[in-house]
């Protein structure tokens, strides 16, 4: 039957004794109503520019079900939701290319229904207690939360530019619930009709989803694996029977990875048009690391089109592609040509961000693969940085390439107390995990300084001894040895000692024993050097930053045999370790107490009175040079606070790494010893007393765990306390408050996305891989958001959660920029062959530092 239709807009209305037209407001026949028909120029409250029915109707369909995405950028096509009171559509936008931009007509305005906006509930931009519910407005893709109970109601967008800030959010429940129909003037039979049309619409939809008519060459998705047949396209997991210890056949679900390869890259193609290129680029690398070039290659081509603004994303499918031609032994023209699309695609790398690092170390580990040292040396060079940023940027690749997207064991990697130079030694771990120890080991040697050397070998040693088998170590083992032989004392006994805790943990006992002699040995021979200390203006003025690489690489080599003889169980001399390394650490810089408070001083007198006491305290004979000697005393004064926050960061990670079990009550008494810890050293207010609280728990001392809190954690002026709370409410069900609380996260970006990512992967090695997922689709950054999906994926789906996780996704009801990462992270992590001894799950947070030492 075919439904009233308005002569002035159009639109398709339900009422066959409607006299005027519900969007437009003009008359439903020749005779004029008194209301002047719509104009596009200047709508009226209630409308909408003219839609076509169908697309209209779809297009509200999909509003109604679509679940909150996260991208705050606008889609291709951004269906209206329709809400109580008034109904709003979109012109149907042409048909565009890939990427396209939408051509925007600023004389069709979208007005909204004022009753509607006074009714509707406020949309929060950020999750609170009890509003934490995500939604997403159909209009502008903006982000915000709403109580549970507002799912399937009318509310309001957040955003104040947003042309259609009314939408019904999503219905939690998709079972429809019978309602006692209110009077509207409506015959009994229209309802009938009404729920046939909808009931309809949902099949079709349904039926269009799964079952896509062919679409033209252009924006065909690429098979990453051929597609085989299936009699239910729906199922992404295929059940494989195994039989089981009584006999019995049971049949687990598997991945149907032909299946998700297509869903990937229809996925990609249906994200938001400013998310596009990413989804091309985690297409393209998944494609590659499965071992299907041409497929990679036909993603990349698709990312082209969007030109060269976003030929940087290119950069790490290429060199996947170029390690699979390598394992494939591709003649070397043809890596050689990889190799250059890469260094030109990376020569439009973003100075900013921390993609850039993650790129170069990519190629540049490809380049040291093929013997282009040198250029791999310029990459690095000029992608490079200490800070937070760079580590944060190493430990995700290290976690992608050689850890099997375990990002808690990739942090593992640094030495104590963080990476010195995070991309050039996170490389070595990549190259040892590809089947290139060899090339790892000359990279290593291209250090430009004793410590970096001594990091990059250290990592080298590590996964070398990770990666051989039993067989192999003897022989594994003199290479380490000849390898270090060149190193300084303190670099020998930084090797020794991560090679001997590679070894316990690959239970060689005997063996690691040995190698803690040696480390031993060679610590004893060096010696501490005195505090630093300044002590009046003057020496303020005149410090020079001494080099402090080998007191530094001593500290750490110290802090990495402490934990050693914790593991070995030498509680005793693991603590005494500790003491020296607290030592080597207070030649690094003052006390940070003391340094912050010469910068109060600056601040609460003003930079006059400094010029002063320092012209009085130096004897200087006019105020021009009293004011040049004050700018040195505040800029040394700046320098030295760098260096005591550095100082205590490594004597901070020094205690940290001793605390065990075994050890909880020789640590708590050695950082209360009046004795051994001055009180510029206020450790109590740190990571470390929460770290002690929960491992007392962890052991079941909970009255040992009240008495540590009350005594050091309960008064700590630092947010030490956020992720402990937060590993609660996990522990306790309570993952949208856990999130909320994660969103809340002081501290830098990087520093919260490394923390993120660390909490989320140790769920994933206790079991939880569902609270990981979960905690990863509610937060509320969405870069971050995306990538803890695809690392949680990955890491769960190597641990035979693949299928599991598919489903339990589904309930989440992710947008497609989250099924990108999804994907892309299952189809990664089906690529990682099982260990023989795969990684046990560990115990909760409180035992997480000292996991490897029981």
Not at 629 to 647: G, I, P, S, W
Not at 694 to 716: I, L, P
Not at 775 to 789: K, N, P, Q
Request: net charge negative.
């Amino acid at each position: 039957m075919d439904l009233p239709t308005c002569p002035a807009c159009g639109q398709s209305v339900l009422d066959d004794d409607a006299t005027e037209c519900p969007f437009c407001g003009s008359s439903m026949s020749a005779a004029p109503t008194g209301k002047a028909p719509a104009n596009k120029k200047n709508p009226p409250a209630n409308t909408a520019s003219k839609p076509d029915s169908k697309s209209a109707a779809a297009s509200a369909t999909k509003s109604s079900t679509k679940p909150a995405a996260k991208s705050t950028s606008t889609s291709d096509t951004a269906p209206v939701a329709k809400s109580d009171t008034a109904s709003a559509a979109t012109t149907p936008p042409k048909r565009l290319g890939l990427f396209d931009e939408k051509e925007v007509d600023p004389d069709e305005i979208i007005a909204t229904d004022q009753e509607a906006l006074k009714r509707a509930f406020p949309v929060r931009a950020q999750p609170v207690k009890g509003c934490s519910h995500k939604v997403v407005c159909p209009m502008c893709e903006t982000t915000g939360y709403i109580p549970i109970k507002g799912a399937g109601h009318d509310v309001k967008c957040h955003n104040p530019d947003c042309l259609v800030p009314i939408f019904t959010a999503p219905a939690i429940e998709k079972k429809e619930v019978a309602a006692e129909p209110e009077s509207s003037g409506l015959p009994v039979w229209m309802y009938g009709a009404i729920a046939g049309v909808v009931i309809a619409l949902g099949i079709g939809g349904y039926f269009l989803f799964f079952n896509k008519p062919p679409i033209n060459d252009a924006d065909r998705p690429i098979a990453i694996i051929p597609p085989t047949n299936s009699e239910d396209p729906i199922d992404k997991g295929e059940k494989v029977p195994v039989p089981d210890a009584g006999g019995e056949v049971k049949a687990p679900p598997v991945v149907n990875l032909p299946r998700l390869a297509a869903d990937l890259a229809s996925a990609a193609r249906r994200v938001p048009r400013t998310r596009k290129p990413f989804a091309r680029r985690w297409s393209a690398e998944a494609a590659a690391r499965m071992g299907k070039v041409s497929e990679a290659n036909g993603q990349l081509r698709k990312l082209e089109e969007v030109g060269r603004t976003v030929f940087f994303l290119k950069v790490p499918p290429l060199a996947e592609i170029g390690w699979q031609q390598r394992q494939e032994k591709a003649g070397d023209a043809e890596v050689a040509a990889t190799l250059e699309e890469a260094l030109q695609a990376a020569e439009t790398l973003r100075p900013q961000g921390r993609f850039r690092y993650d790129a170069a170390m990519s190629l540049a580990s490809l380049l040291v693969a093929a013997n282009r040292d040198q250029e791999a040396l310029d990459m690095i060079r000029q992608h490079h940085t200490s800070s937070m940023t760079g580590r944060a940027a190493a430990d995700v690749f290290v976690a992608m390439q050689a850890t099997d997207f375990d990002f808690a064991r990739a942090t593992e990697a640094a030495p104590i107390g963080g990476w010195h130079a995070p991309q050039f030694s996170g490389m070595t771990a990549a190259l040892v995990t590809r089947g290139e120890p060899d090339a790892a080991l000359r990279w290593a040697k291209l250090a430009d300084g004793p410590e970096k050397l001594a990091e990059a070998t250290m990592v080298w040693a590590d996964f070398l001894v990770q990666s051989t088998t039993i067989a192999e170590l003897p022989d594994q083992l003199a290479a380490i040895d000849a390898a270090i032989k060149n190193l300084s004392p303190a670099g020998r006994a930084l090797v020794r000692g991560r090679t001997a805790l590679a070894l316990l943990k690959r239970e060689q006992a005997e063996t690691a024993d040995v190698w803690a002699t040696a480390a031993r040995a060679e610590l004893a021979g060096i010696p501490i050097p005195p505090a630093m200390e300044l002590k009046s203006k003057k020496e303020i003025i005149n410090f020079r930053a001494p080099e402090l690489g080998e007191i530094r690489t001593a500290a750490r080599a110290t802090a990495e045999l402490a934990r050693l003889e914790i593991a070995l169980g030498n509680t005793k001399a693991g603590i005494d370790a500790v003491d020296r390394g607290l030592q080597f650490c207070r030649a690094m810089g003052p006390a940070p107490a003391v340094v912050q408070g010469w910068l109060n001083e600056i601040n609460q007198l003003g930079m006059s009175v400094i010029e002063s006491r320092i012209k009085s305290e130096l004897s200087l004979p006019s105020n021009d040079r009293a004011r040049q000697q004050a700018a040195d005393y505040v800029r040394n004064c700046k320098v030295l606070k760098e260096m005591a926050d550095e100082r205590f960061e490594l004597q901070v990670a020094t205690i940290e790494a001793a605390i065990a079990p075994t050890s909880l009550e020789a640590v708590v008494a050695f950082i209360t010893d009046k004795q051994k810890i001055p009180d510029n050293e206020a450790f109590g207010d740190t990571a470390i007393s929460w770290m002690l609280v929960e491992q007392f728990q962890a052991t079941g001392e909970n009255d040992r765990a009240k008495q540590v809190y009350n005594q050091m954690a309960k008064d700590s002026k630092s947010n030490a306390w956020q992720l402990p709370q937060i590993r609660n409410m996990i522990a306790d069900g309570e993952i949208d408050d856990a999130a909320d609380q994660i969103n809340r996260l002081a501290g830098t970006a990087d520093q919260r996305d490394h923390d993120v990512h660390q909490l989320l992967s140790r769920l994933v090695r206790q079991g939880d891989w569902k609270s990981a997922l979960s905690i990863a689709h509610l937060l509320s950054d969405a870069g971050l958001s995306e990538e803890a999906l695809l690392l949680v994926s990955a890491q769960a789906s190597t641990m035979g959660h693949g299928a599991e996780i598919l489903k339990f996704a589904d309930q989440l009801q992710p947008q497609y920029t989250e099924k990108v990462s999804i994907y892309t992270g299952i189809l990664l992590g089906s690529t990682v062959e099982k260990p023989t001894n795969p990684t046990p799950p560990i115990p909760p947070e409180g035992a997480d530092a000292a996991a490897s030492n029981e």
